[in-house]
């Protein structure tokens, strides 16, 4: 099975700053990561496919990039509704496996 | 789009089991493969299974495999989950998600899009 070790785990940062989210996976996994947001009580919410391509309608504060065994996720610049919380996937082979999550709060 | 709707998930006592359906609408559910996903109480997640669009090619995680099943009714638009000999550790929400993809020069990358809202299982005696 491929690992996927994603840290921060947790993030406290404010309105506005960048932040960066990364996603190591314990083999090369191409380009085959994907990131997901998870607000409380819903269900993720596709971002970025493919390592670095924008989902539709997701905001181009959101981006993407890495392949082979790192990646990170980057929100330029942190809005209100980006707190949550985070996943990268590999669906590169099976089990299609998740990182652990990263939750992003308010400081 | 598309939208997801899960149902089914109750409280079931270990040893028992539970079937739970997916609904979906607004997309051509027959030519879309699927998957099921699980959430357990403030944690991760957990692929479960996936099912090609045909149910041809079946593939299961190692935790459910032997216990699980997953089928599905193109008439009816609907995936299911059938689950045997529940344990305790099998408290989650359950989620449904579509096989998304994107093919060029014979690869393709695949991810979920979109998610069904969820339905909640609780194993407990």
């Known amino acids: 099975d491929i690992q996927m070790t994603q840290s921060p785990s947790s993030l406290s940062a404010s309105v506005g700053d960048r932040v960066t989210i990364t996603c190591r996976t314990s083999?090369?996994?191409?380009?085959?990561l994907n990131w997901y947001q998870q607000k409380p009580t819903k269900a993720p919410k596709l971002l970025i496919y493919?390592?670095?391509s924008l989902q539709s309608g997701v905001p181009s504060r959101f981006s993407g990039s890495g392949s082979g065994t790192y990646f990170t996720l980057t929100i330029s610049s942190l809005q209100p509704e980006d707190f949550a919380a985070y996943f990268c996937?590999?669906?590169?082979?099976?089990?299609?496996?998740f990182g652990q999550g990263t939750k992003l709060d308010i400081k | 789009e598309g939208q997801l709707v899960e149902s089914g998930g109750d409280l079931v006592q270990p040893g028992g089991s539970l079937r739970l359906s997916c609904v979906a609408s607004?997309?051509?559910?027959?030519?879309?493969?699927m998957n099921w996903v699980r959430q357990a109480p403030g944690q991760g997640l957990e692929w479960l299974s996936y099912?090609?669009?045909?149910?041809?090619?079946?593939y299961y995680a190692d935790s459910v495999k032997g216990r699980f099943t997953v089928s599905r009714d193109n008439v009816k638009h609907s995936l299911y989950l059938q689950m045997n000999s529940l344990r305790v550790e099998d408290t989650a929400v359950y989620y449904c998600?579509?096989?998304?993809?994107?093919?060029?020069?014979?690869?393709?990358?695949?991810?979920?899009?979109?998610w069904g809202q969820g339905t909640l299982v609780s194993v407990s005696s």
């Open positions: 998600a579509r096989w998304g993809g994107l093919c060029s020069g014979g690869t393709c990358k695949n991810w979920f899009d979109p």
């Open positions: 607004g997309f051509t559910f027959s030519s879309y493969s």
């Open positions: 099912i090609s669009s045909s149910s041809s090619d079946i």
């Open positions: 083999q090369s996994i191409n380009n085959f």
């Open positions: 493919a390592a670095s």
């Open positions: 996937q590999q669906t590169y082979s099976t089990p299609y496996t």
